[in-house]
């Protein structure tokens, strides 16, 4: 018993996992920053909201070159951008920055992915993110930091003022359509993967008969 508990406590108390953990404790500050009649606690907001997910960077990095890969580390990483990220959602939204159909479409797909990727461990396959997921959370982090920012700003290289609410806006949109197609492509890749197995087990079948 003490060996598992030891066994458990290595597997989730190491530094890249703590990172993961640490990132959840700066959703209660960025919430409390959230106000679109101040420049100056919207711009930090922008900023702890910016330092997580250059934190899920760091994390990943460390667990990649110290070989701390773990189950809770994969379950985990994933959930608290999650976590995060709609928590913010639905705050922009009370706040008035967002149309409340953008949080149920986004947390309804999250829902499904969840549903899915049990589905499929539980016949033995492992959904990965792919190039539609990680365009996808790109675009909505990228576009969440804008609308944290919520003024307009003039920025180097543009002629004119920059407006961050409409431009995160835009982007946060642009995700829910990469949203939508890469849950479609998930579906379709278990799919795939379902049919590949039954006919390889159907041709095993037939060689065993064969040589029976």
Sequence with gaps: MSRRIDGLKKEILNLPNMITIGRLFLIPPVIFLIDKTDPV?????M?????????????????RRQGLVTFFGKFMDPLADKIMVMALLVFLVV???LAAWVVVVLLGREFYISGLRTLALSEGVEIVAGAG???K????????????????????????????????????????LLSIYSALDYTWGFIR????????????????VDRG
């Excluded at 606690?41 to 907001?45: L, Q």
């Excluded at 049919?195 to 065993?208: I, N, P, Y």
Aim: proline residues 1%; hydrophobic residues 50%.
């Design 41 to 45: 606690k919207s711009f930090f907001a």
């Design 47 to 63: 900023c702890l909201f910016l330092l997580a997910g250059l934190l899920d960077i760091v994390d990943g990095w460390l667990a």
């Design 95 to 97: 706040d008035g920055r």
């Design 133 to 135: 997921g990680k365009a």
């Design 137 to 176: 959370t790109s675009f909505q982090l990228i576009g969440v930091c804008m609308i944290l920012v919520y003024y307009s700003y003039r920025v180097p290289f543009f002629g004119d003022m920059v407006d961050f609410h409409k431009m995160g806006s835009v982007l946060v949109y642009v995700s829910i």
């Design 193 to 208: 993967e379902l049919e590949k197995r039954a006919v390889d087990s159907e041709e095993a079948l037939d060689t065993a």
